[in-house]
């Protein structure tokens, strides 16, 4: 726990990128700083926020004036709800007009930031450190005119940065924005990072078109990252010692994750955008381990085809399942994908229902296995309740995520080895991960992985110590900053007496 004897109370803003999946990890910390004595004010866009209240339950948000932190806060927790302009009307499709609005992200958005941040340095305690999402491109700028410690959060594997970090020197080897003689070959030179395929990587740093909005988002962000005074990781060291130990060379960046919300599956504060369906009812009537939970995520999109082949695919394993299926997995635009008459035809053996609490899910004992898009949060959350994957990345870190599970820590298998997706390669592969006998040894791994995790959070386990180490430093920072700041208005208060 910070020290309460300092010169000013830690008060820090946390501003998460307007994804689900960036979210989640922010609330955590969020509550984690807070029960380490530090006064949170937590910034969501107004489209985020709405979307949350929309579909939040009642025991969790409070209605009356939509405070996402209302239960937390009646716990003794000081954090501050607070909602932003993002320049776009707040029913804007923003997955239909993904450029744009990320175009406005990256351009316009610090100014409605600038404004917010500016009113809240007349709180009480007034802000003294930014904690601010790694893809925002922004983050300097603000801290540097409020005086605020510079914290950046990064909330997928270390791997990832590590990748996006040394863009340049996937570059200079032709892995990356080099359209003639792209090179194909195993990528080995990135330093902690061992072998990767130029397929394994982020799907921005795969396309050829590297003037994409996110591709300039990423650029400018790691740019932005190398001058920011902190750096937090939501990984644990022991799932990822070399590429965190080579990081640390010439960074300041703690990994002290995963942090998962106290309760697990009853969370205080409800992160959902959607309204989530209770599928413990469905699942209490099925077997131990003979449930496959399937779902893509919040964001990721796929197209039509391949929903059909994977429904035909989960007909023909017989394997019990629940698919949660949100209305926009294809695009906003259409919401039937579905075979017809498919929902009848599974009748108690499947389940599909928009959205879910996915750690209550998970963590039932009648799931054995989950087939995922490979987001972060769902692979931290997972191990954690010892259920293998079937992969299937769709977009982004996803594909780099997929090789840890697949590849290094041998916890999963592939959906589809090569090519378009096919009903029986996806029936074989589920019945494989939830029937087969060498599915046995996936499952031993895994237990061992989660090990690692519990370990790492343990009261001297390496996240434990590393989130301390950050708080003393971060802790080192804030009264440095203090001094510097009374000797600057001392001098200014000089130079008007003379």
């Not at 025991?59 to 939509?66: A, C, G, K, L, S």
Request: aromatic share 10%; glycine share 4%; hydrophobic share 40%.
């Amino acid at each position: 726990m910070m020290n309460q004897s300092t010169h000013q109370k830690p008060h820090a803003i946390l501003f998460p990128y307007p994804l689900q999946g960036h979210v989640i990890p922010f609330v955590n910390l969020a509550i984690k700083l807070a029960s380490n004595g530090f006064t949170i004010t937590f910034i969501n866009t107004q489209s985020i926020h709405q979307q949350i209240s929309k579909a939040g339950r009642s025991n969790v948000i409070d209605n009356e004036n939509n405070d996402l932190f209302s239960c937390a806060c009646k716990s003794g927790l000081d954090i501050r709800d607070v909602s932003i302009y993002d320049g776009f009307p707040v029913d804007y499709d923003r997955s239909l007009n993904h450029d744009k609005f990320f175009e406005a992200i990256m351009n316009d958005f610090v100014f409605h930031v600038d404004e917010v941040v500016g009113k809240l340095m007349l709180s009480n305690p007034s802000p003294n450190i930014l904690i601010g999402d790694t893809f925002y491109v922004w983050s300097s700028t603000i801290a540097k005119k409020y005086s605020l410690v510079n914290v950046s959060y990064w909330t997928e594997p270390a791997l990832v940065f590590s990748v996006y970090y040394h863009m340049d020197l996937l570059k200079q080897n032709g892995h990356y924005d080099c359209i003639e003689n792209k090179r194909e070959d195993i990528i080995d030179y990135i330093p902690g990072v061992k072998a990767i395929k130029p397929t394994d990587l982020p799907s921005y740093l795969q396309s050829d078109d590297t003037n994409m909005v996110v591709n300039r988002i990423i650029k400018r962000a790691f740019k932005e990252v190398q001058i920011v005074d902190f750096i937090i990781c939501n990984t644990v060291h022991e799932l990822e010692p070399e590429i965190i130990t080579a990081l640390q060379k010439y960074l300041s960046i703690y990994s002290i994750g995963p942090i998962f919300s106290p309760g697990f599956t009853n969370t205080s504060v409800s992160t959902s955008l959607w309204s989530e369906s209770n599928c413990t009812d469905w699942l209490d009537t099925k077997p131990n381990g003979s449930v496959l939970y399937v779902s893509f995520g919040s964001y990721a999109h796929t197209n039509k085809e391949t929903i059909v082949e994977i429904a035909r695919g989960l007909v023909i394993s017989e394997v019990n399942f629940i698919w949660i299926l949100r209305p926009d997995i294809v695009s906003s635009e259409e919401t039937d994908y579905l075979p017809i008459g498919y929902e009848e035809s599974i009748k108690d053996r499947g389940l599909i229902v928009p959205w879910c609490c996915q750690t209550a899910v998970i963590s039932h004992p009648a799931v054995g296995g989950f087939l995922t898009h490979c987001g972060w949060n769902s692979i931290m959350e997972s191990i954690w309740c010892s259920v293998p994957f079937i992969c299937f990345p769709l977009l982004t870190d996803q594909f780099t995520n997929r090789k840890l599970v697949v590849d290094d820590w041998k916890i999963g298998i592939n959906l589809c080895d090569e090519g378009s997706i096919s009903r029986d390669e996806v029936a074989e592969k589920v019945k494989f991960l939830m029937k087969g006998k060498e599915a046995e040894e996936i499952k031993q791994r895994i237990k061992k992985i989660k090990k690692e995790l519990e370990d790492g959070l343990a009261l001297n386990g390496s996240s434990q110590v590393n989130f301390s180490k950050f708080m003393d430093d971060l802790e080192s920072k804030i009264s440095k900053k203090n001094v510097l700041d009374v000797e600057f208005e001392n001098q200014k208060l000089n130079h008007i007496a003379k």
